[in-house]
């Protein structure tokens, strides 16, 4: 999944992807792992626990599927192409925002957290590209997104029955809920919480990513000679490859 910059006729351009087949097919696994990892929390067998884990896996395939839909259509907005890896990482960054609320959400939520995820992606997707900044397999979009979104909508749509489920609380007072449901004002409280926990978590990332990058940026180590990059990474590599398999062998 190559998303490159390359400038042809003074005008930006996304390089060509690789294998269309090796990426879906290795989103179909993590989409596979995911339901393994959403309903792996629930450590319970009981009525309830069953429940939860079929709720669980009705919220990671809606949220999965429709952030896909979203980033499918937008891009077909935008470049009037179908992308198969809008598609791709559209369904990735579904998943990765499901991961929070599955458990404690109904599926409408989920529904809403998958659309929202798929639109954020493919903004992010653009800022990024617009901004000049190669990522070879979009994960940054991805993660953000997801994450941005399912830590503000599980802060929205948690319900407190569902919650109680989900963590075994049995009692009444305190437990939380999302703001778009009437829990003593605890929704609102816990919406507060979750985007004051985004701020942390993005001042910590961007403080530390600065830390580690800027000085390998000054020691001119951050990327590869010029005549590299521009050959390709895998021509390069391959031909290095090619050239010392056929040096060992001469020595034969």
Known sequence: KQWYQRRVRGAESRMPRQNV????????????????????????????GVNAMGRIAVNTMLSGTFSALVSVGATLWKERTMDPY????GLM??????????????????????CLCGLLYFGISCLLFSFKIDDVADSSAIHIA?????????????????????????????TPCGAFYSCNDLGWR???????????????????????????????????????????????????????????????
Do not use: H
């Open 93 to 114: 960054a579904g998943l990765v925002g499901s991961s929070a609320g599955c458990a404690t959400m109904n599926p409408e939520g989920a529904l809403v957290t998958g």
């Open 21 to 48: 087949t090796f990426s879906a097919l290795g989103a179909f696994f993590a989409f596979a792992g995911f339901f393994g990892v959403n309903m792996g929390v629930t450590n319970s067998f009981t009525y309830d």
């Open 190 to 252: 816990q919406l507060v919480a979750n985007l004051a926990f985004l701020l942390v978590v993005t001042a910590w990332s961007l403080l530390a990513g600065l830390a580690l990058f800027v000085p390998l940026r000054i020691m001119s180590i951050l990327r590869v000679d010029k005549t590299i990059e521009n050959v390709g990474m895998d021509f390069f590599a391959a031909t290095s490859a090619e050239m010392a398999f056929r040096s060992q062998k001469s020595k034969l």
């Open 146 to 174: 997801g994450g941005v979104v399912g830590t503000i909508t599980a802060a929205l749509f948690t319900t407190q029955a569902l919650y109680k489920i989900a963590i075994s609380d049995s009692g009444d007072e305190g």
């Open 86 to 89: 809008s598609a791709v990482n």
